[in-house]
């Protein structure tokens, strides 16, 4: 941990519900979380819970029901984005947030053996026959991998429409139906990927990045790869339930402030290829606010939610 650091007990046990299968980004984090809180001295113990259904929506109601104040819901940019589609019963404004931990650059993937070798290569077959080439996603319809392929694609002059998404309950499901051949490539998060990618059963064509990060200097970023423009980075971060005091959330968000200050941290996040974003309180509720105006204009752009008529 840094030198000159004491970590305190801020609270005995931390219960982290994923609202996704093992495998995703989601989970990755929340443990990734959990285990340094615990190896750091911050809590006692940590316990991990997976729930998937509705894109995430059984997880938010679990939240809200249970009032647990010792429970922590993982999540993403994707609750801003299935808000703003009018799919979850209750959205991010019905939880209290509590901070924002780490930025997970997207990425495109495929597999060792693929004929691909460059994004440029890829991206010249994709535009002749896009639903030749369909593309895996650990996220739903909609969600932040579907979003950045579609990004993609537009740079390409492809109606984001046209292209063939096949969405996976979390990353790892998506990896495995990539590794099989289902798909011809992989929208992900870089953290989601790391491992597989050191160990070559994949290739990273590029990432969404402004510029190469520090944990894999080798890897193009989309920019410089042949998608002009194109930088996609998706926050991480937990939300408790709306009936937690305001000590509650002080505790909690300062729990989370001192973690990301301990060199274990350190290399965690950066095993993982993740950047730090830290943002508690208001700051946190500015970046929710700010990302929903944001992606509104997008989607409406990109055809996933519908513009309203007055």
């Known amino acids: 941990m840094l030198a000159g650091f004491i970590p305190s007990i801020t609270t005995a046990q931390i219960h982290f519900l994923i609202p996704g299968g093992a495998g995703g980004g989601w989970d990755r984090t929340a443990r990734a979380v959990g285990e340094t809180l615990v190896e750091t001295g911050l809590i006692r113990s940590a316990t991990y819970e997976n729930m998937s259904g509705g894109g995430g929506a059984k997880g938010i109601a679990y939240t809200i029901e249970k009032e647990d ?12 984005v299935r808000s703003l589609q009018n799919f979850l019963p209750q959205t991010y404004k019905d939880l209290t947030p509590i901070a924002s931990v780490i930025g997970d650059y997207s990425v495109i993937v495929v597999r060792a053996s693929s004929e691909f070798t460059a994004l440029a290569e890829f991206l010249e077959a994709w535009r002749v026959a896009p639903r030749q080439y369909p593309v895996a ?41 990539l590794l099989s051949g289902e798909v011809a490539f992989l929208s992900s998060g870089y953290g989601e990927v790391v ?39 998706n ?61 509104s204009s997008l989607l409406t752009q990109l055809g996933l939610i519908l513009e309203k008529n007055d």
């Open 235 to 295: 926050w991480r971060g937990f939300f408790a339930a709306p009936t937690i005091s305001d000590a509650r959330i002080q505790t909690l968000s300062k729990m989370l402030e001192q973690m990301t200050m301990t060199e274990e941290w350190d290399q965690t996040r950066s095993r993982f290829g993740w950047v730090s974003l830290f943002r508690a309180g208001p700051d946190f509720e500015r970046l929710l606010s700010e990302q929903a105006t944001e992606l």
């Open 69 to 80: 104040p010792e429970m922590l819901l993982v999540n993403s940019t994707p609750i801003v």
């Open 137 to 177: 996603g650990g996220s739903v319809v909609g969600g932040t991998d579907h979003i950045f392929a579609a990004l993609l694609a537009r740079s390409q002059q492809i109606n984001p429409n046209a292209i063939k998404y096949i969405p996976y309950d979390a990353g790892g499901k998506a990896m495995a139906g």
């Open 195 to 233: 491992d597989l990618e050191q160990q070559g059963w994949v290739r990273v064509l590029c990432i969404a990045a402004p510029e190469a990060i520090p944990s894999a200097p080798h890897l193009p970023t989309c920019d410089a790869a042949g998608a002009p423009g194109i930088e996609f980075v």
